[in-house]
């Protein structure tokens, strides 16, 4: 096997398949990543059998067939070559790739024993890919982490006709963005929970495609596969196998007061009078009718407020955030100008971005659970 391939291309599709690959496999060739050239075409290939990923490059062959080798020792050393072509020969236990006057030589893995990748679904419908990512992002900052409880560390996908609502939450916020796409039938009317860490990935490896496939497989027995296919990539997953909470009980369809701030100036407030804030310790939020108060406090010996403007519409109201959880949330509505609207200072608050008609954006909603306040 003999083949010749440009180095940026290379890195790049190494560096996104070999992403993906478990720190400790259970097997040694699931560590590994597989490189196919047939004519002037090679595939980079990773899988341990929950996610696979590929991806086709250009190149020059001279000898077509697999190879195995470790992905991520792989990963590094197509990262640290120099700006030149890089040449890879492949003979019998030995992979050697030659750049420039770098000259490397790695242990192959057996071929034979490394897992053929599933098949990709049948697809569903299309989409924007940067749009697709740009959801995915806004949603998945709100999915939790803790794997004791696998139902919270998905993104849930419903697909219903000409729209797809994305959703996750960690119990403390919540976030929902409806989009638009193109169905593949007029019927279609589906869910599916995906790991938020893979999709994130996924849709940021397909930012740039002007279209996304989005195939779902969902057996009456066993475990669905979602796939994504885009600019020479693709990537399935397992959905997982867990009951998503009933969010949309969670979002609230009355409030009894609104706060209208713009984003980059709340945004810089919050992060300075947070500074004093020990860990898990709330930034107050006071609310009256022209102005906005933001407070914090982890010591008697070290406190922060600070007044800015703000256009707000209710009784005045004093409550209290997680300060991260408030920022991701006011990095992700991507407009000027922040919304809030409140019901009760103890009950959830959402936060929508504003058009330049003033009008909410609710194409995407972050839900956030206040925290309570003592003394």
Known sequence: MKFRVEREALADAVAWTAKSLPARPPVPVLAGVLMTSEADRLLVSGFDYEVSTQVGIDMQGEESGKVLVSGRLLA????????????????GARAEITCGSARFTLPTMPVEDYPSLPNMPTVAGTLDGATFANAVHQVAIAAGRDDTLPM?????????????????????RLAVRELTWHPGSAGVSTTALVPARTLSDTAKALAGAHEVQLALSQPETGEGIIGFAGAGRRSTTRLLDAEFVKYRSLLPDSFAARATVPTAMLTEVIKRVALVAERNTPIRLSFTKDELIAEAGGSDDARASETTGASYD????????????LLDGLNA?????????????????????????????????????PVRLTG
Request: net charge negative; hydrophobic share 40%; glycine share 4%.
């Open 314 to 325: 209710g009784d005045e109201m004093t409550v209290a955030f997680n300060p991260q959880y």
């Open 333 to 369: 509505i991507e407009s000027d100008t922040a919304v809030m609207s409140f019901t009760a200072p103890q009950k959830p608050a959402v936060i929508t971005g504003a058009d330049e008609n003033g009008s909410d954006k609710v194409d995407y909603r972050y839900v956030l659970m």
């Open 152 to 172: 919270l560390t998905g993104v849930r996908l419903e697909l219903e006709s000409d729209r797809v609502t994305l959703a996750a939450t960690d119990r403390y």
């Open 76 to 91: 590094e050393i197509t990262r640290a070559l120099p700006a030149h072509p890089v040449q890879v020969n492949v003979d």
